[in-house]
C-alpha cells in the first residue's frame, strides 16, 4: 500500500495577556486547541499531557483537519480557513485586536521532492486581511518507514 501525503492548515492568534478562550467567546467558532500559558499541553492526538511541556504563549487554534492524498493538498487547507474567516466579520476585530496571527501550513508527505503551487488569488486573500503564512514541511523517505 502507497503511503499517503498528509496536508493541512492552522489558524494561530496568539492573545497575548488574554485567556485564549476570547477568541471563541469574539466570533463565536469554536477552537479545535488552546495553549495557555504556564499550563500543561496537551498532544492533540493522544489528549494527555505532554511530559513536563508547558505552554510558553496563549494560542487559540483553529485546525482544518488533516488532508490525505498524492498531490499537494495545502491550498484546499487554507481555503477552508479564509472561508471560515470571510464569512465571519469578527475575526477583523480579532485580527486588529490581536496582532500576532498567522496560518500555519504543514505538508508530510513520502517523497523527496517537495513542490507546490498556490494560486495568486490565496496569497491576495491573505493580504487583504494581513495574515502571514508559514510552511511546516517534511519529506520521508519510504525506505525508512
Not at 40 to 49: L, N
Not at 74 to 100: G, H, P, Q, W
Not at 114 to 127: K, R
Amino acid at each position: 500500500m502507497e503511503n499517503k501525503s498528509e496536508y493541512g492548515c492552522v489558524l494561530i492568534i496568539n492573545t497575548e495577556e488574554q485567556h485564549p478562550e476570547i477568541v471563541t467567546k469574539m466570533t463565536g467558532v469554536k477552537s479545535t486547541s488552546l495553549e495557555v500559558r504556564g499550563e500543561p499541553r496537551i498532544d492533540k492526538k493522544t489528549g494527555k499531557e505532554r511530559n513536563g511541556t508547558q505552554g510558553i504563549a496563549n494560542l487559540w487554534k483553529l485546525d482544518t483537519g488533516s488532508i490525505y492524498g498524492s498531490e499537494w493538498e495545502s491550498e484546499k487547507a487554507i481555503r477552508k480557513l479564509l472561508d471560515i474567516i470571510d464569512s465571519n466579520t469578527d475575526f477583523k476585530t480579532v485580527f486588529m485586536t490581536f496582532k500576532e496571527s498567522f496560518l500555519r501550513c504543514y505538508a508530510y508527505v513520502y517523497h523527496y521532492n517537495i513542490t507546490f503551487e498556490l494560486s495568486p488569488i490565496v496569497f491576495y486573500d491573505l493580504y487583504k486581511i494581513g495574515l502571514p503564512i508559514e510552511f511546516d514541511l517534511y519529506s520521508f523517505d519510504r525506505k525508512k518507514i
